[in-house]
């Protein structure tokens, strides 16, 4: 047994002493060649292809989400190397609130067109004009797309759905599994999930059942700002510091525009901003931003004090399980 | 609560946005239930500054809301409606927490009794276990069961936080005591090496800094102790296994024309290291040839290794498709249709001699028949006794008839290797994580070690 003296100066020698006792063989082998260990984005790349891969190899018809969102457009990068010199072998698949910023879906089309790639479109607007679905009171459409989502899914018979949700985004996400069941309804069962062990990923299910991918469930916000900096992704220009004519409402930054009218006691202003989501434009709110570079971007992610979500969704500040509510019923 | 869990957190941008650079440990909690893992999780979280203001403020309203004078931090990681209304957690959850070093990932399982699968899930990706103990209450069952699933699961590495110092007055000789029971239990169980910490999760003592309330204790906080551990073994110790999950054959739909003859074998290299010009194997059909590229997306590698996602060129058209293993063609495995193996059983209804499954190993799922079920560990005195059934949350030995051939390994060489899932082929369930040759203890435990064990005192 290694004695250890303890004072504070001498925390890392008491901590590898300590260690040197109980765990002489872990320790002591510093053969290890530093570069055969893969960097925390570079582990997080090849679990993410492993998963899309396996999915692809298992699923009869799988199809990926893309909203034209970071987090969607990392996906899709990932699954153009997966499957590299082939095409990505299924569609993509866009829930359209009808309340995109014209960038996103300029951004969305060049993108589709650029990797040859099939788009579904399924719109909640077309629910909202033949009647399916009202507009709610606060006019946001962000829960409207769960039921357009599902009927999609339903009538393109997609078993199986990627998605770029995000573990860290918020806690119902937290929960959530690589590969995660949902039932005939679409409904998700946080209670009652599938033990997902080792790299084995299962997404059998039975007929009407269907499953939901989540490749990219480890990475943090600033592992993707990282990415996109290190494979240079094109995006959308509005997650760029740009001018903005924007006006306040809910402590956000919300821009003026056609599903977004600033009311009369709420003064607009232009100013430099950014987006770090992008979604529903009458709730997505912009953040004051100087940062025009990813590498900027991603000591300003890096710094925040708020979490994605909390700086620039209205809707997921309805309540504590807003998040959780809407997954259960089917929503991404 | 301590005063630091009131003031707002401040984040070093440059420790974050640099994590990246460092390696990634993944980590996952384990004990029984109230021993105080979320509480932990939520501590580990806020003393790294990974606690953003808005999360920070909503456990505090809540907290505020239900009567509570400080932030309950375990309602950091218990999201779901059911965990907050019951104060339990329910289900695995995942966290996210950087230093200047290393970035982690801490899956937080719940000890509850019908929830263990959780703790199956959580530590099958695991480099390190922390095994939550209550110094007032020392090993539960729960806390048996846990340590059973890490050392089956042969977690690299185990922590056992003796929680709730506070509540014992910090007391040396409660600490001693419970360490040496833990330990004793550990080593029935197969966990050597395991390293003992008194926490405080709720006030933080010994979680980020060492804490002055235990002068008599002179090891690492829990922090300093995780960054300081290897994540994991040089692939180039282990030999080079890579199961292909797609074969890659654009022909016409070839992103350039370059590309029309490419053929290609895709998938993550499970261990080991392949370099352009090594022989393989492929498994089972036994041919071989030689690697003659390596694609990783557009870029070309002269090698790659563990746990790499590349995609293999090979010399010759043999015939390789989904589910096939290549491997070194040194000291390749020999596939088998008969398997020893140690399952714990998932599933809601329970297993029985004869039953007819699927099995998952790599990307290669074919059909078994349960042979015979050989013993089920009994958790009281640790060691196997003869049983008609394996229920949910059971630990058993079986013998396995596999369809096809499949080239799996010992797991006790190979965590990879030797991993496999058994679903219900009618609903598609997960029903049992398999690993393959494991045992278990035959002969009756020995009789618990005295106090203060000296091998064990830090």
Known sequence: MTTTTNTPDTQAAAATSVADATQPNAYAGGSTSADRRLSQLDALEAEAILVIREMAGELERPALLFSGGKDSVVMLHLATKAFWPAPIPFPVLHVDTGHNFPEVLAYRDETVERLGLRLVVASVQDYIDDGRLRERADGTRNPLQTVPLLDAINDNRFDGVFGGGRRDEEKARAKERIVSLRDEFGQWDPKNQRPELWNLFNPRHRPGEHVRVFPISNWTEVDIWRYIDREDIPLAPLYYAHEREVFRRDGMWLAVGPVSRPRDDEPTSTRLVRYRTVGDMSCTGAVDSPARTNAEIVLEVAASTLTERGATRADDRISEAAMEDRKKEGYF | ?458
């Open chain 2, 1 to 458: 609560m301590s005063a630091s869990t009131q003031t707002t957190p401040v984040l070093d941008p440059a420790a974050v946005a640099g994590a990246g650079r460092g390696t990634l440990l993944r980590l996952a909690t384990a004990g029984s239930v109230d021993d105080g893992k979320s509480t932990l999780v939520g501590r580990l979280l806020h003393d790294t500054k990974s606690v953003l203001s808005d999360q920070l403020a909503a456990v505090e309203r809540v907290s505020r809301d239900r009567g509570l004078t400080a932030a309950d931090l375990a309602l950091l990681t218990d999201g779901l409606r059911a965990e907050r209304e019951q104060g339990i957690t329910i289900d695995v959850a995942y966290r996210y927490f950087a230093t200047a070093t290393r970035s982690f990932v801490l899956a937080d399982c719940p000890g509850h009794v019908q929830y263990t699968r959780n703790t199956v899930t959580g530590s099958s990706t695991a480099d390190v276990v922390v095994l939550l103990v209550d110094a007032r209450k020392g090993v539960l069952e729960q806390t048996r069961r846990h340590l059973a699933v890490t050392a089956l699961l042969r977690v690299p590495h185990v922590v056992v936080a003796v929680n709730k110092i506070d509540l014992v007055d910090f007391s040396q000789e409660v600490y001693d005591r419970v360490e040496a029971e833990v330990q004793a239990v550990a080593r029935e169980l197969g966990v050597v090496d395991a390293i003992a910490i008194p926490v405080s999760a709720l006030d933080g003592d010994n979680i980020a800094e060492r804490s002055s309330r235990t002068p008599w204790y002179s090891g690492p906080s829990l922090l300093e102790l995780l960054e300081a551990l290897p994540p994991s073994d040089d692939p180039a110790h282990e030999s080079f296994r890579l199961p292909v999950q797609l074969v890659i054959r654009p022909q016409g739909a070839a992103r350039d024309e370059a590309h029309r003859d490419y053929r290609g074998y895709a998938g993550q290299v499970a261990t080991g290291v392949v370099r352009v010009g090594d022989d393989v194997v492929a498994l089972p059909s036994g041919r071989r040839t030689t690697v003659v590229g390596i694609d990783l997306g557009e870029r070309t590698l002269d090698e790659a290794f563990a746990p790499q996602s590349v995609t293999l060129r090979l010399a010759d058209e043999i015939d390789i498709s989904r589910g096939d293993v290549i491997a070194a063609a040194v000291d390749a495995p020999e596939p088998t249709q008969d398997i020893k193996a140690v399952v714990c059983w998932l599933g809601d209804a329970p297993l029985r001699p004869g039953q007819r499954l699927l099995l998952k190993h790599g990307s290669r799922t074919v059909q078994t028949a349960v042979r015979t079920l050989d013993g089920v560990l009994d958790l009281d005195d640790l060691h196997a006794v003869p049983s008609e059934a394996l229920s949910l949350n059971d630990i058993g030995l079986v013998t396995l008839r596999l369809a096809a051939p499949v080239p799996v390994e010992n797991y006790s060489v190979s965590r990879r290797g030797g991993s496999f899932l058994l679903i219900d082929a009618h609903d598609g369930r997960t029903v049992a994580a398999g690993m393959v040759g494991a045992t278990l203890p035959t002969a009756a435990a020995a009789p618990t070690e005295p106090e203060g064990d000296e091998e064990w005192e830090i």
